[in-house]
Nanobody, 128 residues
Framework: QVQLAESGGGVVQPGGSLKLSCVVSGRALRDCRMGWFRQTPGQEREFVAAFTRGSTHTIYTDSVKGRFTISRDTAKNTVFLQMDSLNPENTGVYYC?????????????????????WGQGTQVTVSS
């Protein structure tokens, strides 16, 4: 059983930065494909960023390219999401997700159905 624990959310002004962390337990990070999703009230959970299968290559939703960076520390079994130049549209609950073992094809990893483990979420609020 894989467990994910996010932290690092909070309230930040527009233009500010936050770094989210997701500690993975129950499975080595190398045996998972990891992603981040965001959800706002009444909306579907939407893709933010992920590692592609079997490599360190990363993909992002267009609206965060150049501002957000997904990274990982295999020694700490932790995945990060560095979020810079935040704007109010980035507000939401951010979820860490894992597919273990990774099976999905590249075109599917933006979909929530490709992940079988989820964290509890961490709230990010961007407001002046």
């Amino acid at each position: 059983q894989v467990q994910l624990a996010e932290s690092g959310g909070g309230v930040v002004q527009p233009g500010g930065s936050l770094k989210l962390s997701c500690v993975v337990s129950g499975r080595a990070l190398r045996d998972c494909r990891m992603g981040w999703f965001r959800q706002t009230p009444g909306q579907e959970r939407e893709f933010v960023a992920a590692f592609t299968r079997g490599s360190t290559h990363t993909i992002y939703t267009d609206s965060v390219k150049g501002r957000f960076t997904i990274s990982r520390d295999t020694a700490k079994n932790t995945v990060f999401l560095q979020m810079d130049s935040l704007n109010p549209e980035n507000t939401g609950v951010y979820y860490c997700a894992a597919e273990a073992p990774p099976r999905s094809i590249l075109s599917s990893i933006r979909f929530t159905t490709s992940y079988n483990y989820w964290g509890q979420g961490t709230q990010v609020t961007v407001s002046s």
